[in-house]
Every structure is written in structure tokens, then in C-alpha cells.
T-cell receptor, first 114, second 116 residues
Framework: AQSVSQHNHHVILSEAASLELGCNYS??????LFWYVQYPGQHLQLLLK??????LVKGIKGFEAEFIKSKFSFNLRKPSVQWSDTAEYFC????????????FGIGTKLQVIP | ETGVTQSPTHLIKTRGQQVTLRCSSQ?????VSWYQQALGQGPQFIFQ???????GRGNFPPRFSGLQFPNYSSELNVNALELDDSALYLC???????????????FGQGTRLTVV
């Protein structure tokens, strides 16, 4: 079955610390990968996406992710977090098929302490 | 803002009742998907509508049904509500890009349904 695993459910960091959130997806052929962010009380927003090409993807707000096909991983990184990055982060995968089903991980709650 | 709007924002229903949730997709998008996000979980795919027909469904019973209208707006209907149906229901819109692919999905703010 198609699945997405996120390694950390709750992460607490101090401002200016570096962030890496782990994500693994199950094999299923061609896959598009996403990281979404959900700020408190707001809708899911797309941080970045990987469809093909350069495996190092840059997104909004200084986030980047690296697609490593051999490890089925798509980890999210940010060199220096800010208090405003406090949110829940979801890794997601969309497998090729007859319809667009996005499979989400359980989410990682990030708390940044000033 | 994504351009995807959902109504209502909050709803309280009694077990056994029926509910209808609404979604207006982003301009130019012809595909709508619905997701259920239970507390502490990631969104789970319910189904997708393309050209007014359901063309994909997740692991949800038939009492979850939907409609897509010619203007690409959509409804999610849930019959015989159960306590476990309490969740945030998200609508996402996108477009079919040809050769089996879709553009990225844009999500609405969701409808928080509480079943008591």
C-alpha cells in the first residue's frame, strides 16, 4: 500500500537552530513529492514540490528538500529556523495513476522557542 | 489565500444526521478532491471528482458521497453521521495536466465537523 512516514511527530528547536524533518515514502512507481505546512488556524500551504529534475528543491521561506530515490526519502531542511516557523509540517506523495490521490504523512509539529 | 473556499467553517451535528459541506474550487481548476483530517492525523483521501464524475475513491464507506457541478464547485455529503466522523474536512482543487498527471493541489481552510 502507498504510504508516507514522517520520523518525528514533535520537534522543539530554539531560534536559529537548523531543522531537518525526515520523510520516507513507499515504492509505487512514478511519484511526485510535497511538503505542506499548516500554521495554527490556517489552511494547508505548499512549501515545495518535487516532480522531476534536480533532486534538491528549494521552496518558500528558505525551506529546501532533497529527493533521494535510492532511499525513498524526501527530507525537509532549513538552516536557521524562526519563531514564525512554528507550525505543523506534512510530507505527502502523489503516485501516478488514474486519479490524483495525495497520501499524507502523520505530520510533524514544530515548535520554535524564541 | 489559495482561492479555494469552503463553507461552513464550523458545524455541529448529532449522530445519525446528514451533513453537506461545500467547496468552490480555484479559478481555472477542473478537479476537486476531498480529504478528512482527524485530530492528530494527516489528511486522508476521500474521493476525487473530475468532469462531474467520481474518478477515484479512498477507503471510505458509501455513506460518504459527493457531487461536482458544471462550474467545478463541489459538495461532500455524509449520511448517518457517526462520532468518528468528527474531523476537519478539506477540499483541494487542481487541474488535469494531460498524460495522466495533475497540477499541484491547493487546499481550502476546511470545515470543522463535530458529531455529538
Amino acid at each position: 500500500a502507498q504510504s508516507v512516514s514522517q520520523h518525528n511527530h514533535h520537534v522543539i528547536l530554539s531560534e536559529a537552530a537548523s531543522l531537518e524533518l525526515g520523510c520516507n515514502y513507499s515504492y509505487g512507481g512514478t511519484v511526485n513529492l510535497f511538503w505542506y505546512v499548516q500554521y495554527p488556524g490556517q489552511h494547508l500551504q505548499l512549501l515545495l514540490k518535487y516532480f522531476s529534475g534536480d533532486p534538491l528543491v528549494k521552496g518558500i521561506k528558505g525551506f529546501e528538500a532533497e529527493f533521494i530515490k535510492s532511499k525513498f526519502s524526501f527530507n525537509l531542511r532549513k538552516p536557521s529556523v524562526q519563531w514564525s516557523d512554528t507550525a505543523e509540517y506534512f510530507c505527502a506523495a502523489q503516485y501516478s495513476g488514474g486519479y490524483q490521490k495525495v497520501t499524507f504523512g502523520i505530520g510533524t509539529k514544530l515548535q520554535v522557542i524564541p | 489565500e489559495t482561492g479555494v473556499t469552503q463553507s461552513p467553517t464550523h458545524l455541529i451535528k448529532t449522530r445519525g444526521q446528514q451533513v453537506t459541506l461545500r467547496c468552490s474550487s480555484q479559478s481555472g481548476h477542473n478537479t476537486v478532491s476531498w480529504y478528512q483530517q482527524a485530530l492528530g492525523q494527516g489528511p486522508q483521501f476521500i474521493f476525487q471528482y473530475y468532469r462531474e464524475e467520481e474518478n477515484g475513491r479512498g477507503n471510505f464507506p458509501p455513506r460518504f458521497s459527493g457531487l461536482q457541478f458544471p462550474n467545478y464547485s463541489s459538495e461532500l455529503n455524509v449520511n448517518a453521521l457517526e462520532l468518528d466522523d468528527s474531523a476537519l474536512y478539506l477540499c483541494a482543487s487542481s487541474s488535469y495536466a494531460g498524460t495522466g498527471g495533475w497540477t499541484e493541489a491547493f487546499f481550502g481552510q476546511g470545515t470543522r465537523l463535530t458529531v455529538v
